[in-house]
T-cell receptor
């Protein structure tokens, strides 16, 4: 099974609204990362949060991490049509420090 | 300047053939990876490789083999292609420290096996 699992699988909102995506994982981690993938493109790193951090901001992005619940959330504020993409969380829990990705949340922002 | 580049971008081939996908990174990273993304967008790690160690995901069939001529290149060779190998394959790289940092991905190579 996937180490990280995103929820919801798909999300459709209007421009200007906030979008919240959640990620749950199973084992202890060193860090958790969020990536974005536009249709037909490669993944692009958005933000990394370490296991000893609880919250991190980057522009319109806010990431939280709750290690006791083994969960993280990604909040995109004041969404734009250009934010339409798939968003993945990734953790480094596996041997060899390989990043393991969840199934992603497909976000659609309607203009 | 493309950081991680893969070729070809599209590959259509028949079952049973052998094919390779090439990957190059100009970031000076010491670790490279191959991921497989299926039609449902699930990303699965296949290999992690630096100049010291190859780590293979045990679920990857031995028809898949990474080949690294040097630190900047990690090619993926696939023998006896099967229908289920159809997917998008992504190469990535990172600077490996004590923990895994940010990955830089290529644009993907879409493989279609007929």
């Amino acid at each position: 099974s996937q180490q990280g699992e995103e929820d919801p699988q798909a999300l459709s909102i209007q421009e200007g609204e906030n979008a919240t995506m959640n990620c749950s994982y199973k084992t202890s981690i060193n860090n958790l990362q969020w990536y974005r993938q536009n249709s037909g493109r490669g993944l692009v790193h958005l933000i990394l949060i370490r296991s000893n951090e609880r919250e991190k901001h980057s522009g319109r992005l806010r990431v939280t991490l709750d290690t006791s619940k083994k969960s993280s959330s990604l909040l995109i504020t004041a969404s734009r049509a250009a934010d339409t993409a798939s968003y993945f969380c990734a953790t480094d829990a596996n041997a060899g420090n390989m990043l393991t990705f969840g199934g992603g949340t497909r976000l659609m922002v309607k203009p | 300047d493309t950081a991680v580049s893969q070729t070809p971008k599209y590959l259509v081939t028949q079952m049973g053939n052998d094919k390779s996908i090439k990957c190059e990174q100009n970031l000076g990273h010491d670790t490279m990876y191959w991921y497989k993304q299926d039609s449902k967008k699930f990303l699965k790690i296949m290999f992690s490789y630096n100049n010291k160690e190859l780590i293979i995901n045990e679920t990857v069939p031995n028809r898949f083999s990474p080949k690294s001529p040097d630190k900047a290149h990690l090619n993926l060779h696939i023998n006896s292609l099967e229908l289920g190998d159809s997917a998008v394959y992504f190469c990535a790289s990172s600077q490996q420290g004590a923990v895994t940092g940010e990955l830089f991905f290529g644009e993907g190579s879409r493989l279609t096996v007929l």
